[in-house]
T-cell receptor, first 112, second 117 residues
Framework: KNQVEQSPQSLIILEGKNCTLQCNYTVSPFSNLRWYKQDTGRGPVSLTIMTFSENTKSNGRYTATLDADTKQSSLHITASQLSDSASYIC???????????FGAGTRLAVHP | GAGVSQSPSNKVTEKGKDVELRCDPI?????LYWYRQSLGQGLEFLIYFQGNSAPDKSGLPSDRFSAERTGGSVSTLTIQRTQQEDSAVYLC???????????????FGPGTRLTVT
C-alpha cells in the first residue's frame, strides 16, 4: 500500500533554533516529492518539489533532501522564526497529476 | 492575482441534510482538485477535473458525494444525507495544466470546515 509516514508528529523548538523533519515513503512508482507548509485554518502552500534526480532543494531557510534509494526525505529549517509555527506536510506523487499521497504532517511550534 | 477561494469557510449541518461546498479556482487554471482533511489524517484525494475531460471520481468515498465543474471554472462539491463521519475540512486546489508555470504545482484554497451534528 502506498504510504507516507512523517516524524515526529509534533515538535516544539525555541526561536532561532534549527530543526529537521522526517518523511519516509513506500509509494511506487515515484514521480516527485514535495513539502507543504500549512498554517492553521489555511490551505497548504508549497515549499519545495523534488524529482527523482534531485538530492536537495532550498527555499530560503527551508532545505529539503531526498534519498530515493532509501525512500527518505527531510526538511531542515534554519534559524526558526515564530512564523514557522505550522504543520509541514510531505507529499509523494506516484505519477500523474492526480496521484498524490499525503503524510499526516508534523506540527511545529516555535516558542519565543 | 487572486488565489483559490472557497465558501463557506465554516458549515455546521444536521445529520441527514445535504450540503454544497463551493470552490473558485485561480483564473485560467484548467485542473481542479477536491481533498478531504480529517483531524490528524493526511489529505485524502476525492475528485479531479481537467479541462473538458471526464473527471476522475476514484476518491469519492460513497455515492452520497458528487461534484460538478461548470464552464471549466467554479466547482461545487455536494454531500447528500450527511453523516457525522463526513465532518472534516474540505480543500480545493487548482493547477495550471497549460504548460505555463510549474505543471506539478497545486494551489490550495483555505478550505471549508464541515461539522455534522
Amino acid at each position: 500500500k502506498n504510504q507516507v509516514e512523517q516524524s515526529p508528529q509534533s515538535l516544539i523548538i525555541l526561536e532561532g533554533k534549527n530543526c529537521t523533519l522526517q518523511c519516509n515513503y513506500t509509494v511506487s512508482p515515484f514521480s516527485n516529492l514535495r513539502w507543504y507548509k500549512q498554517d492553521t485554518g489555511r490551505g497548504p502552500v508549497s515549499l519545495t518539489i523534488m524529482t527523482f534526480s534531485e538530492n536537495t532543494k532550498s527555499n530560503g531557510r527551508y532545505t529539503a533532501t531526498l534519498d530515493a534509494d532509501t525512500k527518505q526525505s527531510s526538511l531542515h529549517i534554519t534559524a526558526s522564526q515564530l512564523s514557522d509555527s505550522a504543520s509541514y506536510i510531505c507529499v509523494v506523487s506516484s505519477g500523474g497529476y492526480n496521484k498524490l499521497i499525503f503524510g499526516a504532517g508534523t506540527r511545529l511550534a516555535v516558542h519565543p | 492575482g487572486a488565489g483559490v477561494s472557497q465558501s463557506p469557510s465554516n458549515k455546521v449541518t444536521e445529520k441527514g441534510k445535504d450540503v454544497e461546498l463551493r470552490c473558485d479556482p485561480i483564473s485560467g487554471h484548467t485542473a481542479l482538485y477536491w481533498y478531504r482533511q480529517s483531524l490528524g489524517q493526511g489529505l485524502e484525494f476525492l475528485i479531479y477535473f481537467q479541462g473538458n475531460s471526464a473527471p476522475d471520481k476514484s476518491g469519492l468515498p460513497s455515492d452520497r458525494f458528487s461534484a460538478e465543474r461548470t464552464g471549466g471554472s467554479v466547482s461545487t462539491l455536494t454531500i447528500q444525507r450527511t453523516q457525522q463521519e463526513d465532518s472534516a475540512v474540505y480543500l480545493c486546489a487548482s493547477s495550471p495544466r497549460d504548460g505555463r508555470g510549474n505543471p506539478y504545482e497545486q494551489y490550495f484554497g483555505p478550505g471549508t470546515r464541515l461539522t455534522v451534528t
